[in-house]
């Protein structure tokens, strides 16, 4: 799963990094200070409001949140660095930890289980009171944007009408009549957890991969697993069903600082981008990435204004 590179990868490998699916990196290694700054990335940008240098993952989104983040900074005064598609959640991690990053945009369910596996926190208030007491002294995190870019089962809205679903509950009345697809290993990782928790049990399990969301499209399989944020959902008028169980756990764009090198002026301008920031307007940003072919840092701008923060 792409997001949940955090979960998939810490069930595979315990100690390896969570890194999500998306773009590769340039060439050359992105934590050089020496080099210079990725294109499109915010430079020094001058001003009394500290320094920071903002990472990011290997992938558009993560690139995105990074841009906005480092251009909401420099509007504040402060003078900012990007290191951009730095690869792992392991690497990136750790230079938050010893300061070689000041900041990165997180997932904060994603971060828990990477830091704490067995914590069964599932909504945002619990997984982020966890990370507050699993987080070692150097690092902290700001308060979650209502952004998330988390796991779905999602349907057309055909279907949706047809069966009249609006949850994971409605879904278990006619889960046997319908196929569901997801990655490969989607049906060991959820096949008993869907049964204990909704009794979900489906005709049949298809692994489609990334081709989910146009799977679902053409009815080759009715109901699939598909991120919230992925912008086929608009493209192809899908629907994620309600997880009222929170089966699937928080994934809230969440800050994560290191905390001895974050300034008041940081901390503030981060917890006005992350009250601005929805799972709708991530979604519609990525439309742009992803369909139209635009820049992140482009998008990022055109947010940051249109949302009075830069």
């Known amino acids: 799963m792409r997001r949940r590179f955090g979960t998939a990868a810490v069930l595979l490998t315990a100690a390896l990094a969570l890194t999500a699916c998306g773009g590769g990196g340039g060439g050359g290694n992105p934590l050089d200070t020496s080099s210079a700054a990725p294109s499109g990335s915010a430079t020094a940008g001058g001003g009394g409001g500290g320094k920071a240098v903002i990472g990011s993952f290997d992938f558009d989104e993560s690139v995105l949140l990074g841009s906005i983040y480092a251009q909401a900074l420099e509007s504040k005064g402060v003078q900012v660095e990007e290191k951009q598609r730095i690869g792992s959640r392991e690497v990136v991690y750790d230079q938050v930890k010893s300061g070689g990053l000041t900041v990165v945009p997180e997932y904060n369910g994603n971060l828990l289980a990477f830091i704490d596996l067995q914590n069964k926190a599932s909504t945002t208030d619990d997984v982020n009171a966890a990370l507050k007491e699993k987080l070692p002294a150097e690092l902290e995190v700001l308060a979650s944007s209502p952004a998330e870019d988390k796991d779905t089962l999602s349907v057309t809205k055909d279907t949706q009408a047809k069966q009249s679903l609006n949850s994971m509950e409605d879904l278990a009345k006619v889960s046997k009549t319908m196929t569901v697809g997801g990655p490969p290993e989607f049906k060991k990782r959820w096949e008993a957890r869907f049964k204990e928790v909704y009794g979900l049990q489906f005709k049949e399990w298809k692994p489609t991969g990334p081709t989910t969301a146009d799977a679902i499209k053409d009815g080759s399989i009715q109901v699939g697993n598909v991120f919230s944020t992925d912008p086929k959902m608009t493209a192809n008028n899908l629907v994620p069903l309600q997880d009222p169980k929170n089966i699937f756990p928080a994934q809230n764009v969440t800050p994560l600082l ?53």
């Open 258 to 310: 290191n905390k001895a090198a974050a300034t008041d002026t940081i901390r503030t301008t981060l917890d006005a981008v992350s009250a601005k920031l929805t799972t709708q307007s991530l979604q519609d940003m990525m439309q742009k990435i992803s369909v139209n072919k635009d820049e992140p840092a482009t998008v990022a701008k055109e947010w940051l204004t249109s949302n009075g923060l830069a």
